[in-house]
């Protein structure tokens, strides 16, 4: 079992950074690839971005809308995973969740059924 919690939503403005921190508590930190994916009002959950298991230099990978503004890393030993977010437009408005994956299956990594562990999600609001 793992348990996540996030933190450091808030209202930012247009142009603005905001960084997340999902900090996990219970198996292996480092075993689990991490993703961040986030609902926006009246839609489906979508991929953010992932960091396979390992080290803080695991490969990475982000969805084509925020490639180039948002950063994921690890600290294992803070069994935390963060999500630096600079640049933030309207569009990025949603409740983002991080997720944990034993699998880490480069071919599913973006899909989120494939995430055993879920946290509750915090609320990013960029105002238009």
Known sequence: QVQLV???GGVV????????SCAASGETFSRYTM???R???GKGRDFVAAIR?????????????VKG????????????????????QPEDT?????????GGILSTIRLQHTYQYWGQGTQVTVPS
């Open 6 to 8: 996030e933190s450091g």
């Open 13 to 20: 403005q247009a142009g603005g950074s905001l960084r997340l």
């Open 35 to 37: 993703g961040w994916f």
């Open 39 to 41: 609902q926006a009002p």
């Open 53 to 65: 298991y390992g080290g803080a230099g695991a490969n990475t990978y982000y969805a084509e809308s």
């Open 69 to 88: 503004r948002f950063t994921v890393s690890r600290d294992n030993a803070k069994n935390t995973v963060y999500l630096q977010m600079r640049n933030l």
């Open 94 to 102: 949603a409740v983002y969740f991080c997720a944990a994956n034993s």
